[in-house]
């Protein structure tokens, strides 16, 4: 084999390991810890319930739909649904508004207590709740979505329930498992700030060296492979 040849991939494969060393750790360590660390956890099923079952049937719902649906230009859904002790008509059209089941009437935005109460009948741990917050802009973990109430708990896991401040339905859950996760996941697609995309460019031009790094290791072993080694063994008197 070319010794010239040689030289110049044993140069780029030194190098590229110095540049790639700590981000292949880091895509190894963070394969492991998420495939160590279960979905069901991650997405805090075991913390709490996205929904509740609802103890109304259609007779607890009398509102006439008729003047409902008249309020929300080009109804494309209707749903059923419950806060604590009232009946929710859901309609999503143009927009999506909220209306009291037995009246009719818009749902008005519930109150701190009312959100409490709501945070604290989904969860399913034995914190309580410690910091209630309502928030125009939520950060980053629930999408930067608006107008939302934040409950946290005082929990080792530190679960955050976040719920809709129109209607006080739970939007999602948090902890910190989500957020070793998340960390994790940052590593790996090395997206440091929204962290959601996987085609940044800096991902794909680590991942082109770690290949060259890979095929200019291929090309050194087989500057010296194995089987000549044996043949030569096998020479010797």
């Known amino acids: ?8 991939a044993r140069k780029v494969h030194k190098w590229l390991g110095y540049l790639l060393a700590t981000q292949i750790f880091a895509w190894l360590l ?8 279960p979905l069901d956890k991650v997405h805090g099923k075991h913390l709490a319930k996205r929904q509740i079952d609802s103890p109304f049937s ?24 419950h806060f604590l002790d009232t009946p929710i008509i859901k309609v999503k059209g143009e927009q999506t508004l909220w209306f009291d089941g037995i009246t009719g009437k818009q749902f008005n935005p ?16 034995t914190g309580q709740p410690e910091h209630i ?25 530190n679960t ?11 939007l999602t859950v ?14 790996h697609i090395m997206d440091y700030d929204e962290r959601d995309d996987f085609n940044n460019p800096l991902l794909i031009s680590f991942a082109s060296f770690s290949v060259l790094f890979c095929l200019s290791g291929i090309l050194l072993l087989l500057q010296s492979p194995p089987w000549r080694k044996r043949k030569i063994s096998n020479q010797l008197p």
């Open 160 to 170: 955050t329930i976040y719920l809709n401040a129109q209607s006080g339905e739970v």
């Open 30 to 37: 963070g394969g492991l810890v998420m495939s160590a660390i």
């Open 1 to 8: 084999m070319n010794k010239r040849w040689l030289r110049s």
């Open 58 to 81: 259609a007779l607890n719902y009398p509102a006439d739909l008729n003047y409902i649906t008249k309020k929300v230009p080009t109804v494309s859904h209707i749903s059923f649904i």
């Open 174 to 187: 948090r902890s910190h498992i989500w957020r070793i996760f998340d960390f994790f996941w940052m590593l």
């Open 110 to 125: 519930p109150a701190k207590e009312e959100i409490t109460q709501q945070a604290t009948l989904h969860y399913l741990g």
């Open 133 to 157: 917050q309502l928030l125009d802009v939520g950060p980053r973990e629930i999408g930067y979505r608006e107008n939302i109430w934040q409950v946290s708990f005082n929990d080792w896991q």
